[in-house]
């Protein structure tokens, strides 16, 4: 198993770009999560989706779109890029909501926009 | 308030001595509890997970969890240098099933 796989890792963009992240989980877990990290902070949710079909705001919805057609796919868009969504990216999954529903990251992308 | 907020740092120990993280949360509701540690670079890994108040030890790692005064800790015993990291507290909601984390507590461990 893979686990969590994000893409791409590394991205400059230019303000008013837009780009998408792109993640993929080869557990079957219903549950898949956006964070972003800046640095020497904790992780805020920008959206989370409970299976496919079905996503929802997180703390820092804003100048980001998210879509679920898949169970093993979660892309996180970004329209108009400004700086201050620069910042590390992760996308999580987890296989229940409740109990033991721990979080498995991938790697994290990390996004600088000029 | 935040809704889960951790001790600040950093915190620095002497090799073999105990370090100990401490986390609050607001959400009397929660269920589930977790500690993730994160390397400089990395993404987080989970470490430790808690649900019912009390001790649960795993090796070096103790959580403890007291949900009548909301708080919840970590304890590190015989700290080695490859314990230097930043850890995050978690708290997972009964109902919405999301995870919120605190800002972290970096941790050093001086050889």
């Known amino acids: 198993n893979a686990g969590v796989t994000q893409t791409p890792k590394f991205r400059i963009l230019k303000i008013g770009q837009s780009m998408t992240l792109q993640c993929t989980q080869d557990m079957n877990h219903n549950y898949m999560y956006w964070y972003r990290q800046d640095p020497g902070m904790g992780l805020k949710l920008i959206y989370y989706s409970v299976g496919a079909g079905i996503t929802d705001k997180g703390e820092v919805p804003n100048g980001y779109n998210v879509s679920r057609s898949t169970t093993e796919d979660f892309p996180l868009r970004l329209e108009l890029a400004a700086p201050s969504q620069t910042s590390v990216y992760f996308c999580a999954s987890s296989l229940s909501k409740g109990g033991a529903g721990e979080l498995f990251f991938g790697e994290g992308s990390r996004l600088t926009v000029l | 308030q935040k809704e889960v907020e951790q001790n600040s740092g950093p915190l620095s120990v002497p090799e073999g001595a105990i370090a100990s993280l401490n986390c609050t949360y607001s959400?009397?509701?929660?269920?589930?509890f977790f500690w993730y540690r994160q390397y400089s670079g990395k993404s987080p890994e989970l470490i430790m997970s808690?649900?019912?108040?009390g001790d649960k030890e795993d090796g070096r790692f103790t959580a403890q969890l007291n949900k009548a005064s909301q708080y919840v800790s970590l304890l590190i015993r015989d700290s080695q240098p490859s314990d230097s990291a930043t850890y995050l507290c978690?708290?997972?909601?009964?109902?919405?099933?999301?995870?919120?984390f605190g800002d972290g507590t970096t941790l050093t461990v001086k050889p």
């Open positions: 808690i649900y019912s108040n």
């Open positions: 959400d009397r509701g929660s269920q589930s």
């Open positions: 978690a708290v997972k909601g009964g109902s919405s099933g999301k995870s919120t």
